[in-house]
Structures are given as structure tokens and as C-alpha cells.
């Protein structure tokens, strides 16, 4: 499944950008996102996910190295291409000092640029990524340490465990996250654990009513996700391959598309650590899955060790 790469064109000159846009776009892997300044880039970089930034060096009120100043003082990780007429090697050194991956000559041949310039992204889109899910799985791994002393501490189990689910919604962007098995919902009478799970409250619904919904809607989800290819590996299920019972369980939670971690329990019975993300994302690399069940197994280690409840 390919993924479409948001890219921001940063050029005051209308035309141009254009014909950059309609060029990338028709590779068929990028969106491009135009803006005729600095400022209207930075603005829009605020509310709008963008994994690369290409921007001319010339341009009036803010130039390219003013925008790709400021935009490593927010964004550090975000790749970012120099575009200019100017062949000076003073230039290209002043650019690529001051962050930018990559300086490219406007001058160029179009299509020898459009394609210089795909290759240029794709490339720093996978190693932008590849750093991300490094340092994700490093963050993940020091929330399960923090996690596993909470509880050999003698902290309450499931407030050790929703505090853990917590911080790496927070991490992940996830918007909930849960553990255990979906099909018991409360601890049953041989005293084994049903689901624990964690929802950003910042949703304006009444917790309690919010997490007995999800329960029922996350058993269906994971149902229908039981029967999919790969379970050992995770499976991610977004608008782009969800079922018609998915796509309804992904509605009815509000969100864009789920990762959910295979996690056996208890007794051998099939649970899982999932992740509910209300923005669209890409399926998860390889180190962020072994992070993740790496997780899961800790809660799986703690749910036998404590016989927590939900």
C-alpha cells in the first residue's frame, strides 16, 4: 500500500509552484501543499502534518534561511530542501550549515529537478522515520521501566498500568490505549483481569460512560481484526483497508485508524495493547512494533503477577 507524503512548496512565485505541484502530485506519492511566504508556511505547519518542506532561498519579508531557521526551532526532525536560482557555493554552504538536507539548482532541467527532487524526499521521509521510530522505541522502552518500578514499589496495579497506557498514548499521539481481553470486560469470578485501558478525557464525554462504550465497540474491532493475516506481526487497521465492521468501530470511536498488539494474557486467552489514533497515520515500523510488544508482554507479565481488574 503506497502512502501519500505531504510535502509544503514554500515560493512566492505563483507559478512556479504550480508546476512544481502538479508534477510532484503526478508521481502519484506526494501531496503538495502551497505557500507564497515564510510566515503563511510556519502558520500552516501549526495545524498541518507535513513530512518535508521545500522552499525557495529568495523570497521577500522572510527569506528561505530566516524559514529554515525558525522552522528547525520547532520542528528539528522535519526534512528540508533549498531551492534557488543561485549557483554561488557560499549559498549552498550558508543553506546546508543552517539545516537544510538538501540545496537544489532551480535552473535545472523540470523534469531532471521533479525527479531529483521525488528521490531527495522519499529518502529523507525514510530516514526521518527511521530516527522517529529509534527514538519512539527508546521513549517507549523508559516508560516500561518507569512502569515496571511503579509497580514493584507496590503501587496499585491499575493505576501503575493506566499511568503507563497514559504516557505512551501521549508519546504515540494516541488518542486511547488499551490492554487486556475485549470479550471480558470485568474481572470474572476465577479472578482474572479484564481490560484495563486509558481515553484522553479531553473528549467532553463522561469517562466511565466513554470507557463501557469503547469496551463493547474494541470487542468488535478486535473480532473482526482476528481474522486478518500477520496477527503475530500487529495489525493496523485504517480507512485505507478496514472492512465495513471496521470502518463502523472506527466511527463509532471517533478515531482514524487503530494498532493493535497481539498480547496473551492470563490463561493463554488472546488479548491485545491497542493504540486509537484520531489523526490518519502511517502503518508502524518495524522498531515501534517491537517497542510496543515489548509492552505488551510487561502487561502481560504484571496482569499474572497481580491478577489486576478492570
Not at 54 to 74: A, F, Q, T, W
Request: charged letters at 25%; hydrophobic letters at 45%.
Amino acid at each position: 500500500m503506497v502512502f501519500i507524503i505531504p510535502v509544503l512548496f514554500v515560493d512566492d512565485n505563483r507559478e512556479l509552484t504550480n508546476i512544481f505541484q502538479f508534477y510532484l502530485e503526478e508521481t502519484g506519492l506526494f501531496k503538495v501543499h502551497i505557500c507564497l511566504s515564510g510566515q503563511d508556511a510556519l502558520l500552516y505547519l501549526k495545524d498541518n502534518e507535513i513530512q518535508a518542506v521545500i522552499s525557495d532561498l529568495d523570497m521577500p519579508d522572510m527569506d528561505g534561511i530566516v524559514l529554515l531557521c525558525k522552522i528547525k526551532e520547532s520542528y528539528p526532525d522535519l526534512p528540508f530542501i533549498m531551492l534557488t536560482s543561485n549557483d554561488c557555493r557560499d549559498t549552498a554552504a550558508l543553506a546546508l550549515n543552517s539545516g537544510a538536507d538538501f540545496y537544489q539548482n532551480k535552473a535545472e532541467n523540470l523534469d531532471i529537478q521533479v525527479i531529483d527532487l521525488t528521490h531527495k524526499i522519499i529518502i529523507l521521509v525514510e530516514k526521518a522515520k527511521a530516527e522517529a521510530a529509534l527514538k519512539s522505541s527508546d521513549l517507549v522502552l523508559d516508560i516500561i521501566v518507569r512502569a515496571a518500578g511503579r509497580l514493584l514499589k507496590g503501587e496499585d496495579f491499575n493505576t501503575g498500568m493506566v499511568m503507563a497506557l497514559k504516557e505512551l498514548g501521549l508519546l504515540t499521539g494516541a488518542t486511547g490505549a488499551f490492554i487486556g481481553d475485549p470479550f471480558h470486560q470485568k474481572e470474572d469470578p476465577d479472578g482474572r483481569p479484564g481490560i484495563i485501558c486509558w481515553w484522553d478525557e479531553g473528549n467532553g464525554e463522561n469517562e466511565k460512560v466513554q470507557k463501557m462504550r469503547t469496551f463493547e465497540i474494541f470487542a468488535d474491532l478486535t473480532r473482526a481484526a482476528g481474522t486478518k493475516n500477520g496477527e503475530d506481526a500487529g495489525i493496523f487497521i485504517s480507512h485505507d483497508n478496514a472492512s465495513m465492521k471496521e470502518l463502523s468501530a472506527l466511527s463509532s470511536l471517533g478515531v482514524s485508524c487503530a494498532l493493535l498488539i497481539p498480547a496473551m494474557i492470563p490463561d493463554e486467552r488472546a488479548g491485545y495493547l491497542a493504540l486509537f489514533f484520531t489523526r490518519q497515520r502511517a502503518p508502524p515500523s518495524g522498531y515501534e512494533l517491537n517497542a510496543y510488544s515489548t509492552f505488551a508482554k510487561l502487561a502481560r507479565a504484571a496482569m499474572a503477577l497481580h491478577g489486576g481488574s478492570s
